[in-house]
């Protein structure tokens, strides 16, 4: 449960898209809004004497556009988030580590998604975890705090990429851990632990319904990445 606010700034140089950002994210308390501006500049002074936690960012900009602004301050953002018409700038964004990825017109499902894991994210940073980890056989070991913490890697429901960190998911309990999930899968057998998605990984033996853009772990749904679609559709469970 998130009971701190956490402030934003909206970079987005189309009026009407701005005002649907606000909208969208008025809905949600905990969010607190800073600004808005039209252009790269402008947002360059704000992010780095404001500090937000969370910026939404178009990529279609006059002048400097999203992804170059992003370069220059993606270490002062926790969380960058596109949003844009533009699909084919998806690979790039997440090359700069970027948090997500919103398509215009953004579905209110989607963005309420988007917020609930940068939510998640931010909650668990500000927890001061120490967020080490150790792999031995079939058992992780995590570091928080001055504590221990074993699991069982058939414990594990999902895990998850949120930037540089890997989030595990068991029934019970998440972890927050400092290592990006392409390193984190290395670690795991290739035959338990799959990549369904940019952001998400899944032990197939926790499956329990399959569809064609998403499948289910109990009640959660996962998206499934349009990549990854075709080889996961031949799945028996």
Not at 12 to 37: M, R, V
Not at 107 to 122: E, G, H, Q, S, T
Not at 222 to 227: E, F
Request: net charge neutral; glycine share 2%.
């Amino acid at each position: 449960m998130v009971n701190k606010a956490f402030n934003y700034l909206i970079v987005e140089d189309n009026k009407l898209d701005q005002l649907t950002l606000l909208a969208k994210a008025d809905t949600f308390p905990q969010l607190n809004c800073i600004g808005t501006c039209e252009n790269a500049t402008d947002a360059i002074a704000i992010i780095k004497n404001k500090k937000p936690d969370i910026v939404f960012l178009d990529v279609d900009m006059p002048g400097m556009n999203g992804m170059e602004l992003l370069r220059i301050v993606k270490d002062d953002i926790p969380i960058p988030i596109f949003v844009t018409s533009h699909m084919e700038y998806a690979l790039e964004s997440y090359d700069l580590m970027a948090f997500d990825f919103l398509l215009k017109p953004v579905k209110a499902d989607r963005f309420k998604a988007c917020i609930d894991r940068a939510f998640d994210y931010l909650d668990m940073k500000q927890k001061a975890i120490a967020y080490s980890v150790q792999f031995e056989n079939e058992t992780i070991t995590i570091k928080e705090g001055y504590d221990q913490v074993k699991i069982n890697v058939k414990e594990i429901d999902h895990l998850e990429s949120m930037k540089d960190y890997t989030k595990i998911v068991t029934v019970n309990k998440k972890h927050l851990t400092l290592m990006p999930l392409s390193s984190f899968m290395k670690q795991l057998p290739e035959s338990q632990f799959v990549q369904i998605h940019r952001s998400y990984a899944v032990n197939r033996s926790k499956v329990t319904r399959l569809q064609s853009n998403e499948l289910f772990i109990g009640s959660k749904a996962l998206p499934i990445g349009k990549t990854f679609r075709s080889e996961i559709s031949k799945w028996k469970l």
